[in-house]
């Protein structure tokens, strides 16, 4: 992940989402690359779980005060 086609500081802003990581084989050139492409206060956002948690999480399920045991 070089981000090859962005022109340096670029963006206020880089935003990596849940389950990105895993799919990264070099996070060292991936971070570069972001610190690269980000202005010079620009920021960088990343939401990310152990995946150990995922099966457990029920933040997409109905509320459970609404639901009868």
Do not use: C
Not at 20 to 29: E, F, G, Q, R, T
């Amino acid at each position: 992940m070089t981000l090859e086609g962005i022109a340096d500081s670029e963006y206020d802003l880089v935003y990596t989402s849940n389950g990105v990581h895993v799919w990264i084989n070099d996070l060292k050139v991936m971070y570069q690359s972001f610190y690269r492409v980000l202005r010079e206060a620009g920021y960088y956002i990343y939401f990310e779980t152990h995946p150990f948690i995922r099966p457990f999480d029920d933040s997409g399920s109905e509320n459970q005060s609404d639901q009868t045991v």
